[in-house]
């Protein structure tokens, strides 16, 4: 059995196992790149942990800690999932090096946020200006659809319900984004006459990507020359922060869609 092969059967079984959406694209992408790079083609119980690192160093040149820590995570899952099913004898690489991710918890003052969305389209700051009110998560607010935009009767105000979502397995239930009155307006500037597709679409129409809404946030911030530590997820760490100031922690951990509030105390910064 080849490497592709392999990963091909490693994205089936999520899809069978119903892992998030985004769970399976982080594999599928990390590991497409990982098979470019000489892997593909390798059958897999001839793989060394030299054909391993040599792949790794192929594509993480240049690339940030996150993305290499990322990459590292997807081969490591790969080559456990391969053992399980006594595909391979032993690991191709025991002890694969996974730096330390780059932290996301700077959160952008509100001179800098307005230096950021000075430049930006209209589109850009309608999705980035409801993301640092609802603290969703950016993958969440791409994949919003209208149809999930549950509106109160004759308000702007409502929930957006998502089936989908990277709790889904642990909670068992969907998400649910309150939309109070700013969010609400926002989303009806971003719905316009539409009644059907994305909540949010891009200048040209389509709908967001994590992937474009990351490229686009990193271009206006680096044109505004800011601080490299603010990132496209500082909007969830600035509601988030918001959100326990006002309601407490309990609460903001249920905005923020947590399985628990440990994950939530990462959120709060004074």
């Keep these: 059995m080849t490497f592709t092969k392999l990963v091909d059967l490693f994205l089936q079984h999520h899809r069978q196992q119903h892992s998030a959406s985004n769970t399976v694209v982080f594999y599928r992408t990390q590991l497409t790149q990982l098979a470019r790079a000489g892997l593909g083609s390798r059958a897999i119980d001839a793989i060394t942990p030299a054909d391993i690192l040599g792949a790794l160093a192929q594509v993480n040149e240049g690339k940030s800690p996150t993305t290499q820590r990322s990459r590292a995570v997807a081969i490591d899952q790969l080559q456990k999932y391969a053992m399980t099913l006594d595909l391979i004898g032993r690991l191709w690489c025991a002890k694969l090096p996974k730096p330390t991710p780059r932290q996301r918890d700077r959160i952008p003052t509100e001179a800098e946020t307005k230096a950021i969305l000075s430049a930006a389209s209209a589109p850009f700051r309608l999705i980035y200006e409801s993301l640092r009110q609802s603290g969703a998560r950016p993958n969440e607010l791409c994949r919003a659809q209208i149809a999930d935009f ?77 601080d490299p530590a603010i990132v496209l997820y500082s909007a969830r760490h600035e509601a988030g922060t918001r959100f326990c100031a006002e309601h407490g922690i309990l609460k903001a951990s249920r905005l923020l869609g947590h399985a628990t509030i440990n994950t939530t105390q990462r959120y709060v910064h004074p």
């Excluded at 109160?152 to 889904?168: N, S």
């Excluded at 474009?212 to 990193?218: D, G, M, Y």
């Design 150 to 226: 549950q509106l109160d009767a004759g308000q702007v105000t409502g929930v957006i319900v998502l089936a989908q979502h990277k709790t889904a397995r642990k909670s068992g239930k969907p998400r649910q984004i309150p939309v109070g009155r700013k969010l609400g307006k926002l989303l009806r500037l971003a719905i316009g006459k539409r009644t059907a597709g994305p909540l949010f679409r891009t200048p040209r129409g389509h709908a967001w990507t994590v992937r474009n809404l990351s490229r686009q946030f990193k271009q206006l911030r680096d044109a505004a020359q800011l």
